[in-house]
C-alpha cells in the first residue's frame, strides 16, 4: 500500500513534468521517466548525484517559466489550453492534480522552491540504497520498475 501511494505520487510528477514540457516545446523523450533523470546527469560520469539533480531541476525551472516571472502557472503555456494534448480527456485532470501536489501553499502557481526544493521523490525512489548518488545498477533497476509499471 505505502509502495503504491509513492509510486502514484512519483507518476503524479512525472506526468506534470511531461505535460508542462509538452505545453512549453514538445519533447517526447521527457515523458520517459528514466529519461529524465539520465538529463540530470550534468558531468556525464554516469552517476547522478543529488546536487546534479537539483541543479537539473533548477535548469528545467527556467526553461518553462517563459514569462521569466518566478512561478509556473498557466501564464507560461500562453496560448495553448493548459493540460489539453492531443485530446487525452485524463491528461487536464492528471495535471492539475499534480500541480496541487507540487503547489504546496495552494497559490495556484508554483514557485522556483516548490519546484526545485520539492520532494525529490523520483530520486529518491531511484537512489535505491540512500546514499545520495544514483548510479548505474540503480538506474538500471528504476528502469525496470517503470517498464513494469507501464507495461500493465
Ligand atoms: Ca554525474
Ligand atoms: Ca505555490
Ligand atoms: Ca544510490
Known amino acids: 500500500m505505502r509502495l503504491g501511494l509513492t509510486l502514484a505520487s512519483a507518476f503524479m510528477l512525472c ?4 505535460a508542462i514540457s509538452s505545453v512549453a516545446r514538445a519533447q517526447p523523450q521527457m515523458r520517459d521517466p528514466t529519461q529524465m533523470l539520465e538529463r540530470a546527469d550534468l558531468d556525464g560520469d ?12 533548477s535548469r528545467s525551472f527556467e526553461q518553462f517559466d517563459r514569462n521569466k516571472d518566478g512561478y509556473l502557472d498557466k ?3 500562453s496560448g495553448r489550453r493548459f493540460g489539453r494534448n ?4 485524463g491528461a487536464g485532470e492528471r495535471l ?4 496541487d501536489f507540487i503547489d504546496t501553499d ?3 502557481r508554483i514557485s522556483r522552491d516548490e519546484f526545485v526544493g520539492g520532494r525529490a521523490i523520483m530520486f ?5 540504497n540512500g546514499d545520495n548518488v544514483i548510479d548505474k545498477a540503480e538506474m538500471r533497476s528504476f528502469r525496470d520498475t517503470i517498464a ?3 507495461d500493465r
Open 15 to 18: 506526468g506534470c513534468m511531461a
Open 46 to 57: 554516469g552517476r547522478i548525484t543529488r546536487a546534479e539533480y537539483t541543479e537539473a531541476r
Open 96 to 99: 492539475q492534480q499534480a500541480m
Open 75 to 77: 501564464a507560461d503555456a
Open 106 to 108: 495552494g497559490d495556484g
Open 124 to 128: 529518491d525512489r531511484a537512489d535505491a
Open 86 to 89: 492531443r485530446g487525452g480527456g
Open 148 to 150: 513494469t509499471y507501464r
